[in-house]
């Protein structure tokens, strides 16, 4: 069992940058990927970012490629999301999600793949 929470949202103004944390309790958590995904209001839960368990590999979404960089500790338990240049349209609750097995390359973006979600942080970026 792993059980995750997201920390570091909150409200900035667009072109500004919010790090997000996620820290991790389980002895899974530093063996498989572990990703970010958003949603904002009436629309589907999205992926944004994800990450393998070296730390070497990462993945984003279109939107965010290039903004967001994310990174995971090991030895803490923890991955981070670090936003930059944040744009109206990033707003949105952020929730961090692990896999506890791995799972194609190809899928990384596939929510179905994450067994342990978080509860979610607030993201809102004025204009």
């Known amino acids: 069992q792993v059980q995750l929470v997201e920390s570091g949202g909150g409200l900035v103004q667009a072109g500004g940058s919010l790090r997000l944390s996620c820290a991790a309790s389980g002895d899974t958590f530093n063996t498989n990927t572990v990703g970010w995904f958003r949603q904002a209001p009436g629309e589907e839960r999205a992926f944004v970012a994800a990450i393998k368990n070296s730390g070497y590999s990462t993945y984003y979404s279109d939107s965010v490629k290039g903004r967001f960089t994310i990174s995971r500790d090991n030895a803490k338990n923890t991955v981070s999301l670090q936003m930059n240049n944040l744009k109206p349209e990033d707003t949105a609750v952020y929730y961090c999600?692990?896999?506890?097995?791995?799972?194609?390359?190809?899928?990384?973006?596939?929510?179905?793949?994450?067994?342990?979600w978080g509860l979610g942080t607030q993201v809102t970026v004025s204009s």
């Open positions: 999600a692990a896999a506890n097995l791995p799972f194609p390359t190809a899928q990384v973006r596939q929510r179905r793949n994450y067994r342990y």
